[in-house]
């Protein structure tokens, strides 16, 4: 029973629904729910001792508008923040949700998945945690992120809804109903399911979604796997960007800094032209010629005219898309060394590891801006 033996099928359904619409990929997989249920054993305990960074979020006035989040300090402060006490021994749920980000860097179960989506996707990835208390109307309100994500259900049950991307306008697209930002008018549902123990949902960057608890078993508890592309420079508007570099290098021109495109207004179309992740991994042989055709296309629709014009080739994007190729993988031998020394029970006090990890991978990032001459 492995992790790897869970994500191998998953791949021919993730390539096809890749950025294009959310998709129930696995319903009541057994293997699954053991597997997260077993990596998420001691997750109360490494809140509880300090060792896991944890937050806790929760309505204040409005279920739909105004929310907290505030760190989780430790010290049994887990249960204490999902679980009131009425005397006599019995407790209720209260309106919260525990949250920890990067939680594979802590607990080797999880750095066990990474790995294995490593292995399996060949993609960047991190796992982070969410348990949810039963009975809870709105568990987080409608809200959009900047990576796509597979959502796995350890414990309960929790009901998501997936809407299509809303309309672009000042606040960024890919942080929609965060930070005071509202997220209204959000019409019919794309995906309306209840998820239980086993299951595995993939929600696109850039998709709003909401979840809930009410009317269902619970607590919920379930796994969120980020497949980053926009952080690690992995996304075809800086595949784009390096390919206008490459062209204007080798007609011998000034590589001057590119004014930033005005999204506001735009279709979502127009703006997932270029901010999407590529399509690299997911348990497929990557097809340079056909990444250049499907780029040429995609810039056309962003800039509003045939790439030719910006005076890119074919030649100038194969130039770029080998530069990002090789820091994909340097950044999966970064992470792949980072998850298997969590495994290992390698390096320093957990957070400082993780904080020493996180500088490397920023060092590659670095690397790459460099290469670009954006430094």
Not at 111 to 131: G, H
Not at 159 to 172: N, T
Not at 194 to 207: A, F, M, R, S, T
């Given at each position: 029973?492995?992790?790897?033996?869970?994500?191998?099928?998953?791949?021919?359904?993730?390539?096809?629904?890749?950025?294009?619409?959310?998709?129930?990929?696995?319903?009541?997989?057994?293997?699954?729910?053991?597997?997260?249920?077993?990596?998420?054993?001691?997750?109360?305990?490494?809140?509880?001792?300090?060792?896991?960074?944890?937050?806790?979020?929760?309505?204040?006035?409005?279920?739909?508008?105004?929310w907290w989040s505030q760190p989780v300090p430790g010290l049994a402060s887990f249960y204490s923040s999902t679980l009131q006490v009425l005397g006599a021994g019995r407790t209720r749920d209260v309106s919260n949700t525990v949250y920890a980000n990067n939680a594979?860097?802590?607990?080797?179960?999880?750095?066990?998945?990474?790995?294995?989506?490593?292995?399996?996707?060949?993609?960047?990835?991190?796992?982070?945690?969410?348990?949810?208390?039963?009975?809870?109307?709105?568990?987080?309100?409608?809200?959009?992120?900047?990576?796509?994500?597979?959502?796995?259900?350890?414990?309960?049950?929790?009901?998501?809804?997936?809407?299509?991307?809303?309309?672009?306008?000042?606040?960024?697209?890919?942080r929609r109903g965060k930070d005071g930002d509202v997220m209204e008018d959000l019409g019919k549902p794309l995906l309306?399911?209840?998820?239980?123990?086993?299951?595995?949902?993939?929600?696109?960057?850039?998709?709003?979604h909401s979840t809930s608890t009410a009317q269902l078993s619970g607590p919920s508890l379930h796994i969120t796997l980020n497949l980053d592309s926009v952080i690690w420079g992995l996304s075809y508007r800086l595949l784009w960007s390096a390919s206008l570099r490459c062209a204007r290098l080798r007609r011998g021109e000034n590589d001057e800094a590119e004014e930033a495109t005005k999204t506001k207004g735009m279709s979502w179309q127009r703006y997932s032209s270029l901010q999407a992740p590529l399509p690299l991994g997911l348990g497929q042989e990557d097809e340079?010629?056909?990444?250049?055709?499907?780029?040429?296309?995609?810039?056309?629709?962003?800039?509003g005219q045939a790439p030719s014009v910006e005076g890119v080739l074919p030649e100038d994007v194969h130039q770029a898309l080998q530069l990002i190729q090789e820091h994909r993988q340097k950044l999966l031998t970064l992470q792949k060394v980072m998850y298997a020394e969590v495994m290992l029970g390698l390096g320093e006090h957990?957070?400082?590891?993780?904080?020493?990890?996180?500088?490397?991978?920023?060092?590659?990032m670095q690397t790459l801006f460099t290469s670009l001459g954006w430094t």
């Open positions: 029973m492995s992790w790897s033996h869970v994500l191998r099928p998953l791949c021919h359904e993730l390539q096809r629904a890749w950025n294009k619409q959310p998709l129930l990929l696995e319903r009541c997989n057994r293997e699954a729910a053991h597997l997260a249920e077993e990596a998420l054993k001691d997750f109360s305990l490494f809140v509880d001792s300090g060792l896991l960074p944890a937050g806790s979020a929760a309505p204040t006035s409005s279920a739909t508008a105004s594979g860097l802590y607990l080797p179960g999880l750095a066990e998945l990474c790995l294995s989506a490593l292995a399996t996707f060949q993609w960047p990835c991190a796992a982070n945690v969410y348990r949810t208390a039963r009975a809870i109307e709105v568990s987080v309100p409608c809200h959009t992120d900047r990576q796509d994500v597979l959502v796995f259900q350890a414990t309960g049950e929790k009901r998501w809804q997936i809407y299509h991307p809303p309309q672009i306008g000042d606040v960024d697209p890919l309306d399911v209840v998820l239980e123990p086993g299951d595995v949902l993939y929600v696109p960057l850039g998709y709003g340079p010629d056909e990444i250049v055709a499907q780029l040429l296309e995609r810039a056309e629709l962003w800039c957990p957070q400082q590891r993780e904080a020493a990890h996180w500088s490397a991978l920023q060092a590659q």
